[in-house]
């Protein structure tokens, strides 16, 4: 069973479109099983390392660190090359009223859900427009982007709880834009706008999916069919599905600019427990 | 949810105040703040400016059980924050503003030390000390818990708000002490401020120091104060009583800035002390506020629970009992002669609470001073022989008692064999057996035959790699089984191969991955040559092995859960360490961040936390054991509680720890005045007092003393909770009515 506090993201409703038995042993069961996911490892590391670092670079940015400040923390051309592409294009065009890693949550299906947005920022009454950060590799398709659960569950979200930020007044889904902006393609951002239309049909998806998890018991979250998918999962060796890990440089859309809401919760105290 | 009068003038007071709430444990405070926050976001105010602000982790449950509810509309999430999580997000946010000025280097971004990294830079600088200068010769304390007392006095310096240059000051001039005690005060403090410079020269941020960045350097920042007041326009700050002195200057500084605030402070209480809990300065806060409301009626204790507090509390000495109910109709007890025995009372009593009277498991607690191994399995096999779901909580336990990570470690030394570190063949036969495991019937490798096995393929003295399974002898290879052969083969063959691969990397160090460097890199800068471009990544290698051979069907952590989050705790542990010090100059330049981890955690010091999250994730509807203090921490009220082993001087007892205190190094303390041992009474009497009467408000219905003749190690028990016990039960019951609560199946006993 899910635990009581458990609220959906993004990240576990693609694990669960991805794979309902990695949400199952991930999400509901919460078992540490720490494979490899993809290989060279220090490769990944050390994209991941700098991509969390871009992310908190420009949240520095945005809450009015200075910019020759922040480039002091620069330690190497890569990120200096994406730090650049931002101050030139990453906040082109947006409305002046921004909002950096925000999390907002709606209820759904006798649950709660988030999404932690890179940016939001609100032109009221006008514009609403969500801003998500992509450091991965390669730039994914159009098409691909519009699949991942990540392009439904911020729309949604904010459309659902974003009155607070534009005036008290609902959001319209007419207004709001969702643009990824990548790091390394910096002058070919995707932008998908959003319909009265698409808002139904992703409500109704959400609640279907979130109730179709809820009724499901152990033994019910079935292994996917597509064996691509579990070179890149860490519990394919419980599953028997290959020994090695997948190929970062192969990967489309990389972990590192997805894990921010993984685990929504709050951060632990650094005081360690102590025996009495 | 039913308010009571009090609560739901919480509810319903104005918006823009601020109110401080008192009172005991269970009055409502907490439901009452819930219940505001709900209101107030019914009613419009904007979710992300409200922000609750915890002392410690393990209170925020209420918080969000509420805040997670489908009921509550749309919205920003409500912010929980501990007070050291709003301290490391800050320093993390505004570091490029505090770093010069703090005395850092801004162009290096910070590492920031856990509990565990922070000890292993104190033991660089601790060790050589003790092996070339003699330090610390009169101190009889292991010296992992040496580490941790000195690293626990700059956390209490910093958070109390004293310079950590003052820390031998104060201590020498409270203890009574002879010149040895002395010179160990000093000499503690030179280590303290070698280590406090140590950090500062390699941007190593170890918890004292992320509070004296954050109260000196950032917090005075309007940025900073803009950016938290914006996130926490609305403050909450629940159980403010165990927060620090630096918490409540900062609650302080911020209550100006608020639109409302809700303050709530339990009173006699204040458990996280050695922690520098601080009651007195949270006290001061009532000031701040424009309403301060007294909570006094419990929603907790039955009138009879509520009474045996009040009778616990006279036999302490404390005040006189007021209620008119029966304290006896709140408590049962258990006189055995023998430790164990009582075990098995306390064991039958939950069976029949749970099987006849249907009370739920996660509604027991046993709690004893301290949980010993011993106390757990007893009752652990016991409850569960039982078939009654059980969880225990024992903060401290250490990874490299778990098998699954000694198997690694063991691995790890041997795919390394240039560290030198042989491991024993007892160890080598443990990890075959652990990695190797068992596949069913017939295809397990046992101890015995993986005791052969390493005998045989591991002779220890001549080599340190395994041996081809063709080359044993062909009565081994019989009885190891051909079935097995190949799970051994396939792991012996992959360490081989990354042998072979580092062989070959040394050999061509150009060619091997950079790790990355900290720091500025002008463009083409070459990469510097450094001993961990040709080293290990430990949490790497752990990762590899783990997906590519162990997690594999036929393999020991195939489907064992345990192991894999062992496996993973241990990952996570490595790199931790790695990330923290590999391009410093702390390792030794002999040795690699890899070598020095497993040397690390084979002695103790490292990797001791990480075990807490596995108790974590045990189901709730368990009988839970943890020590005493351990289930005070959690706040979780049940309706039965199992006191044991009343005689334990643990109840009374400080820690024995000759470099620190808790009481001299805080923030009320007057320097200059010695520690007499009336205070050390004093101090420990209101320690009993307020773990006692903090238990019973955590109670609804009812608690069993278990008490023994004989205490656990066998010697007779007298500890003060039992005296207090014993008058009062003389108080309670004539002697013949003791004898009636005794069992029939009693083999000895007698009234305490």
Redesign the interface.
């Known amino acids: 069973m899910l635990p ?4 959906y993201s993004q990240t576990s409703l693609q694990d669960f479109t991805d794979c309902p038995a990695l949400f199952d042993l991930r999400w509901r ?8 996911e993809s290989e ?4 990944v ?2 994209h991941m ?2 991509g969390a ?1 871009f992310h ?1 670079m420009i ?2 940015h945005l ?4 910019e020759n ?2 480039a ?6 890569e990120l200096g090359a994406w730090w650049a592409n931002y101050l030139a294009s990453g906040l082109r065009g947006l409305p002046a009223a921004r909002h950096p890693e ?11 859900m ?1 999404a932690k947005l890179d940016v939001l920022a609100v032109d009221t009454g006008r514009e609403s427009v969500i801003v998500d950060w992509k450091t991965s590799l390669h730039r994914p398709t159009r098409a691909n982007l519009l699949a991942r659960l990540q392009t439904v569950v911020y729309r949604y ?1 904010l459309v ?2 974003g ?3 534009n005036g ?1 007044a609902p959001v319209d889904p007419a207004q709001v834009k969702m643009i990824y902006w990548f790091a390394n393609f910096a002058n070919q951002p995707e932008i998908f706008t959003y319909s009265a239309d698409e808002h139904a049909a992703a409500g109704a998806m959400l609640t279907q999916m979130i109730s179709d998890i809820e009724r499901r018991g152990d033994g019910d979250f079935p292994l996917t069919d597509d064996v691509r998918r579990c070179v890149y999962c ?1 519990y ?3 599953h ?1 599905r290959g ?3 997948g190929d970062f440089e192969a990967q489309e859309i990389g972990l590192t600019d997805e894990l921010s809401d993984a685990f ?1 919760d ?11 | 949810m039913e308010l009571t009068p009090t609560q739901r003038r919480i509810v319903e007071s104005a918006r823009d105040h601020t109110l401080f709430l008192y009172g005991d444990a269970g009055t409502g405070k907490t439901t009452a703040a819930v219940g505001r926050i709900l209101s107030m976001i019914e009613q419009g105010v904007p979710s992300g400016e409200i922000l609750i602000l915890l002392p410690h982790a393990a209170l925020a449950q209420p918080y969000q059980r509420a805040l997670r509810s489908a009921a509550l509309p749309p919205g920003a999430q409500v912010d929980i924050l501990t007070f050291g999580a709003l301290v490391l997000q800050t320093v993390k946010l505004f570091w490029g503003l505090a770093a010069k000025r703090a005395g850092f280097q801004p162009d290096t971004p910070p590492s920031f030390l856990t509990l565990e990294t922070a000890q292993y830079v104190m033991s660089t600088i601790v060790d050589p000390l003790i092996e070339t200068r003699g330090y610390f010769e009169g101190v009889t304390i292991s010296r992992n818990r040496l580490y941790a007392q000195i690293v626990d006095n700059l956390e209490k310096a910093a958070l109390s708000g004293f310079p950590h240059t003052e820390i031998a000051e104060r201590m020498k001039n409270a203890v009574l002490t002879d010149s040895s005690g002395t010179r160990a005060f000093e000499q503690a403090q030179e280590c303290a401020i070698l280590f406090r410079d140590l950090c500062r020269a390699n941007n190593l941020l170890d918890f004292s120091l992320q509070v004296e960045v954050f109260t000196r350097h950032l917090w005075t920042l309007p940025e900073v104060r803009a950016y938290w007041t914006r996130r926490g326009a609305h403050l909450i700050v629940d159980n403010l009583e165990e927060g620090t002195p630096a918490m409540h200057r900062m609650v302080a500084g911020w209550m100006p800035d608020v639109r409302s605030a809700v303050l709530i402070m339990d009173s006699e209480a204040g458990f996280r002390r050695f922690l520098s809990a601080s009651p007195e300065t949270a006290g001061l806060l009532r000031d701040r506020c424009d309403d301060v409301i007294e909570f006094e009626d419990t929603l907790v204790m039955t009138p009879s629970v509520a009474a045996l507090g009040d009778e616990l509390a006279q036999a302490l000495g404390e005040y006189a009992p007021e209620s008119t109910a029966d304290p006896r109709e709140a408590m049962e007890y258990g006189l055995r002669r023998f430790y164990p025995q009582m075990l098995n009372w306390v064991a039958d009593e939950i069976t029949l609470l749970v099987k006849d009277e249907g009370v739920p498991p996660g509604e027991i607690v046993i709690l004893a001073p301290y949980m010993s191994d011993a106390i757990r399995f007893t009752l652990m096999q016991r409850l569960q022989g039982e078939g009654i779901p059980v969880r225990s909580h024992r903060p401290s336990r250490s990874l490299r008692e778990e098998p699954a990570a000694r198997a690694l470690l063991t691995l790890a030394a041997l795919a390394h064999p240039e560290w030198g570190m042989q491991p024993a063949p007892f160890d080598v036969a443990y990890m075959l057996m652990q990695a190797i495991g068992s596949a069913g019937a017939g295809r397990n490798l046992d101890l015995i035959r993986a005791q052969l096995l390493a005998e045989n393929a591991y002779p220890g003295e001549t080599k340190s790699r395994l041996a081809p399974f063709d080359t044993l002898k062909p009565d081994v290879q019989e009885r190891i089984t051909y079935l097995l052969a190949p799970r051994y083969e396939e792991l012996r063959l992959w360490l081989e191969a990354y042998i072979a691969e580092r062989e070959q990397a040394r050999a061509n160090p150009a060619a091997a991955p950079a790790p990355k460097k900290k720091g500025r890199k002008k463009k083409n800068e070459p990469e510097a040559a450094s001993p961990s471009n040709t080293g290990v990544r430990l949490d790497h290698f752990f990762s590899r092995l783990f997906g590519e051979v162990l997690s594999q069907r036929g393999y020991g952590f195939h489907g064992d859960f345990d192991a894999s989050t062992a496996a993973g705790s241990l990952v996570e542990s490595a790199a931790n360490f790695r990330r923290a010090f590999e391009n410093t100059k702390l390792i030794p330049a002999d040795k690699t961040a890899a070598e020095e981890f497993v040397r690390m955690v084979d002695r103790g010091l490292l990797a001791d936390q990480y075990a807490r999250a596995w108790a974590q994730n045990d189901q709730t509807d368990a009988v839970l054991i943890a020590p005493a203090y351990t289930f005070l921490i959690r706040n979780q009220p049940v309706t039965t509680q199992f006191w044991l082993d009343l005689g334990s001087r643990g109840w009374f007892e400080r820690l024995f720890q000759p470099l620190t205190h808790p009481y001299i190094l805080s923030a009320t303390w007057e320097n200059n005045r010695a520690w007499t041992d009336d205070d050390e009474y004093e101090a420990r009497h209101d320690s009993l007092f307020h773990l006692v009467i903090g238990l019973v408000r955590r109670c609804r219905e009812r608690i069993y003393f278990g008490v023994s003749e004989l205490g656990e190690n066998g010697s007779a028990s007298t500890g003060e909770l039992l005296q207090a016990f014993g008058r009062m039960i003389a108080r309670l019951n004539p002697p013949e009515a003791a004898d009636d609560q005794e069992d029939d199946d009693a083999e000895d006993t007698e009234t305490p």
């Open positions: 009581e506090a458990f609220v069961q919460r078992i540490k099983y720490p494979a490899a060279p490892l220090e490769l590391e050390a390392e700098r670092l908190q949240h520095q809450i009015g660190v200075p400040v922040i002091e923390s620069i330690d190497d051309d925000i999390t907002l949550s709606v209820p759904i299906a006798g649950r709660r988030v979200v659902e709880a009155a607070y930020l008290g860490s394919r060796g419980l028997e020994t090695k890990a929504p709050f951060t632990l105290d650094q005081i360690a427990e102590v025996a009495f």
